[in-house]
């Protein structure tokens, strides 16, 4: 299994800038597909990006253009980025990554903890 620990979250003004980061520690050579999830005050988590099996990356209509989502491995862990730019208010939430790892027709999904963004003046 694997085990997810995130960075990165904070206070930004509208138009500005931050990168998450989370940590993937573990059996990370099972990882399936990769992903950037948020959940707003008194909404649905929803999914900001993502890479699949492939390689090929998603994004959702109300990030595109503005977010990158990346993964570098080594050894010892994969690190999965969210670089945000052009921030906007409505990108206010908590920000959480996302592994599915193992058998790819049943995979166990896993979580990070969660790192709040806030973007106000």
């Known amino acids: 299994q694997v085990q997810l620990v995130e960075s990165g979250g904070g206070l930004v003004q509208p138009g500005g800038s931050l990168r998450l980061s989370c940590i993937a520690s573990g059996s990370t050579q099972r990882i399936d597909t990769v992903g950037w999830y948020r959940q707003a005050p008194g909404q649905e988590r929803e999914l900001v990006a993502s890479?699949?099996?492939?390689?090929?990356?998603?994004?959702a209509d109300s990030v595109k253009g503005r977010f990158t989502i990346n993964m570098t491995k080594d050894l010892a862990k994969n690190t999965i980025s969210l670089q945000m730019n052009s921030l906007e208010a409505q990108d206010t939430a908590v920000y959480y990554c996302n592994v599915d790892w193992g058998n790819p027709s049943s995979p166990l999904r896993f979580w990070g903890q969660g790192t709040q963004v806030t973007v106000s003046s």
């Open positions: 890479i699949g099996r492939g390689g090929g990356r998603y994004y």
